[in-house]
């Protein structure tokens, strides 16, 4: 399967949409908003660029995408007031799955304005934003054109099943489970670790190439506090979903074929 033409968020903005069902993605954002503005203050000040450009990888659409950019605008305006320095301009590159849902963002972006212009008597800093499609797990972007990356909620999701899971004839080796249960094989639980392993060290290549240096990362990715891969926090939404899949499957009436020869 490639993820890359079939995995995104819901697009939209429907009742079951990403954008309308995304508040547990904001409650982690919120949680590090601190650490997000220093960072990006701390590059600014110690770079003062005349364009700052800024990544936000795995994107998604709906409000969190603009939420962290509006975020960073105000919090570099800030410093640069207190410097007594104009603002940079803002380059920002959103970036998603080729099949994200883009032409959401795209119709959002007059009303983001509007907003960022509210109380400014049009003084409001120079905004340049493009969509950039592709996956993290490789280069995105030309050399050394970014100050800080920005990813929530993505790195978790790795660029493929990992091939371990499954034997010499192509047989899952964690069959009738959709993660790594209480009951999987050992086998299972490293296959995912070295595929985590394989794609980080490919993300973490990567940006190094297109950051300045000096530039920065904020990474908010889902993880656990102990080695135990079985517990609470993580363990009981893949439970849930795997029980859904199967009473879904208990439902589906078995398909007869008639022979019309």
């Known amino acids: 399967m490639d993820l890359e033409k079939v995995f995104h968020m819901t697009e939209g903005v429907g009742v079951t949409s990403y954008a309308r069902n995304s508040s547990l993605q904001k409650k982690a954002s919120d949680m590090v908003k601190h650490i997000t503005t220093e960072t990006v203050q701390e590059i600014f000040l110690a770079t003062t660029p005349k364009s700052l450009g800024v990544a936000d990888l795995g994107c998604s659409s709906g409000p969190n995408t603009f939420t962290v950019i509006k975020d960073i605008v105000e919090a570099v305006e800030g410093t640069s007031h207190k410097m007594l320095h104009p603002p940079p ?26 907003e960022l212009r509210k109380g400014k008597n049009g003084g409001s800093p120079s905004i340049f934003i493009g969509g950039f499609a592709g996956s993290f797990y490789g280069r995105l972007f030309p050399n050394n054109c970014l100050h800080f ?29 959709v993660y790594i249960s209480a009951s999987s094989p050992p086998q299972v639980s490293q296959a995912y670790y070295q595929q985590f392993q394989e794609d980080f060290t490919l993300f973490l290549r990567s940006r190094s190439e297109e950051l300045i240096a000096g530039g920065r990362m904020a990474l908010i990715f889902l993880g656990r506090r102990g080695p135990d891969h079985v517990d609470r926090g993580n363990y009981f939404f893949w439970e849930l979903l795997s029980r859904s899949f199967g009473h879904l499957i208990a439902k589906v009436p078995p398909v007869r074929f008639q022979n019309i020869f």
């Open 149 to 177: 990356i920005y990813s929530s909620y993505s790195l978790h999701w790795l660029s493929r099943v990992p091939p371990a899971l499954y034997d010499e004839k192509g047989r899952s080796i964690n069959k009738g489970h």
């Open 89 to 114: 301009e803002f380059r920002v590159y959103l970036n998603d799955l080729p099949t994200n849902d883009f032409n959401s963002i795209f119709k959002a972006l007059p009303e983001f304005y509007r």
